[in-house]
């Protein structure tokens, strides 16, 4: 992940359990930004690591643009 990061804790699915949303601005091609999206269950959260946060995300999100920046919470 590359330059600013956020996260928001929020219920994304509906299913009563906390998910968590992490953008990455700077991520992606041509710095469209990227939104990973982890989903919550009875067990917690899938183990993960940083280096590979795309690969085990249960959703990536990317901009659409060139220069996006999608993945950026105020």
Same mark, same amino acid.
């Given at each position: 992940?590359?330059?600013?990061?956020?996260?928001?804790?929020?219920?994304? @699915?509906? =299913? *009563?359990?906390? =998910?968590?949303?992490?953008?990455?601005? @700077?991520? $992606?091609?041509?710095?469209?930004?990227? /939104?990973?999206?982890?989903?919550?269950?009875?067990? +917690?959260? /899938?183990?993960?690591?940083? +280096? =590979?946060? $795309?690969?085990? /995300?249960?959703?990536?999100?990317? *901009? /659409?643009? @060139? *220069? =996006?920046?999608?993945?950026?919470?105020?």
């Amino acid at each position: 992940l590359v330059g600013r990061r956020s996260v928001f804790d929020c219920g994304v @699915n509906g =299913d *009563g359990y906390a =998910d968590i949303i992490v953008g990455a601005v @700077n991520a $992606g091609p041509d710095n469209k930004g990227q /939104a990973y999206v982890f989903l919550g269950s009875a067990t +917690g959260f /899938a183990d993960c690591t940083i +280096g =590979d946060v $795309g690969g085990c /995300a249960d959703t990536t999100i990317t *901009g /659409a643009e @060139n *220069g =996006d920046s999608l993945g950026y919470f105020n």
